[in-house]
């Protein structure tokens, strides 16, 4: 009986310590968006001297339009994240560029609800990362294709020639590009 009681409290004991290890923390730069996991002691981090420039390109969404866009959010967590491990925000030079199915998500409220019925589930976020100095574009050619005009547009995001204008004029800046498509 000791030996099943002993065993009940270990394996409670391992459940609630490895629980409380993966549990989402709040970020210091965006605070209700981009919940992160704080790793105790990660092998691989940023220089925290180095800045760095680093251009996220989006374009695909979920099928749900009441969803948010988890890549957008992603841009978030990045910026969390890092600013967790001790990166300060003036280190990360951050572009999102929104296109394909992502063209949606830079719509002001007025111009989601015409055409979803709903507000635009990003306009929090958007508005956040754009406070935190993240650059983001739409795509214009995305943008007409969709029948959107510049009306539409939220007013924190910015609309560029096309994604490919945008892509290849910051890479050309020295920027990163990640994709989480």
């Given at each position: 009986?000791?030996?099943?009681?002993?065993?009940?409290?270990?394996?409670?004991?391992?459940?609630?310590?490895?629980?409380?290890?993966?549990?989402?923390?709040?970020?210091?730069?965006?605070?209700?968006?981009?919940?992160?996991?704080?790793?105790?002691?990660?092998?691989?981090?940023?220089?925290?001297?180095?800045?760095?420039?680093v251009?996220?390109?989006?374009?695909?969404?979920?099928?749900?339009?009441?969803?948010?866009?988890?890549?957008?959010?992603?841009?978030?967590?990045?910026?969390?994240?890092?600013?967790?491990?001790?990166?300060?925000?003036?280190?990360?030079?951050?572009?999102?560029?929104?296109?394909?199915?992502?063209?949606?998500?830079?719509?002001?409220?007025?111009?989601?609800?015409?055409?979803?019925?709903?507000?635009?589930?990003?306009?929090?976020?958007i508005?956040?990362?754009?406070?935190?100095?993240?650059?983001?574009?739409?795509c214009?050619?995305?943008?007409?294709?969709?029948?959107?005009?510049?009306?539409?547009?939220?007013?924190?995001?910015?609309?560029?020639?096309?994604?490919?204008?945008?892509?290849?004029?910051?890479q050309?800046?020295?920027?990163?590009?990640?994709?989480?498509?």
């Amino acid at each position: 009986m000791k030996k099943y009681i002993s065993l009940c409290f270990a394996v409670l004991y391992l459940t609630i310590s490895h629980g409380q290890e993966n549990k989402t923390i709040k970020g210091s730069v965006i605070k209700d968006f981009g919940q992160v996991y704080k790793i105790k002691t990660p092998d691989l981090l940023l220089d925290k001297n180095k800045k760095y420039k680093v251009i996220f390109d989006v374009y695909t969404d979920e099928k749900n339009k009441k969803k948010q866009n988890t890549s957008i959010n992603t841009v978030a967590r990045f910026l969390n994240m890092h600013a967790l491990n001790n990166i300060k925000t003036q280190n990360l030079d951050i572009v999102l560029v929104l296109h394909g199915a992502a063209t949606k998500n830079a719509l002001s409220d007025k111009s989601f609800q015409r055409e979803f019925k709903i507000n635009n589930p990003n306009t929090k976020l958007i508005k956040a990362l754009h406070k935190a100095n993240v650059k983001i574009y739409v795509c214009g050619q995305s943008f007409a294709h969709k029948g959107y005009q510049k009306r539409d547009l939220s007013k924190n995001v910015t609309l560029s020639l096309s994604a490919l204008t945008a892509l290849i004029y910051y890479q050309t800046e020295g920027y990163q590009l990640i994709t989480f498509n």
